[in-house]
């Protein structure tokens, strides 16, 4: 049985000079709004999820594409997650999975609080931005067939 949140709101602080994260909105077990109203472009969020340096999505997740090398098997695969999770649920694992499971070790891509062991240059921001995370969620969403 999911486990269901209360509404509700969060809005981070400053993460660095003139920059805030924008604020969203918990619904039970998403974040049925994209960030900032913005609308995600499936292709570059592909290129984030395969890129090994901001998303760095594949070393945890096996992706839609078994070509692609070096693939963990820590998280769940990506393939057909379109089919099993709506947008508003992709976008709130991706923005903070703790809120769901507390003991989740996947990391959070728009939450700059409460963090350990965060490089001083990282320190403050947010490891994704709003437009890069609902372009994940957008390619996600995609990923309907197994």
């Given amino acids: 049985m ?20 924008e604020r969203y909105t918990i619904v039970g077990d998403a974040i049925p709004a994209p960030l900032g109203g ?16 901001r998303g760095n999505c594949l070393i945890c997740h096996q992706g839609a594409d078994a070509s692609e090398p070096f693939q963990g ?3 769940p695969s990506l393939a057909g997650v379109g089919a099993r999770l709506s947008p508003g649920q992709i976008r709130l694992r991706m923005v903070d999975g703790a809120v769901l499971n507390p003991d989740t070790v996947m990391p959070p891509y728009f939450r700059v609080e409460g963090l350990r062991d ?10 994704l931005s709003a437009q890069e995370i609902e372009d994940v969620v957008a390619y996600l969403a995609t990923l309907e067939r197994p």
Wanted: hydrophobic share 45%; charged share 20%; net charge positive.
């Fill in 2 to 21: 999911k486990r269901l949140l209360p509404a509700l709101l969060w809005l981070a602080g400053s993460c660095g000079p003139g920059l805030a994260l």
């Fill in 38 to 53: 913005l609308a995600g472009n499936a292709a570059r969020g592909e290129a984030v999820v395969r890129d090994r340096e």
């Fill in 118 to 127: 965060v490089a001083p240059a990282y320190r403050g921001k947010p490891a």
């Fill in 73 to 75: 098997t820590i998280g």
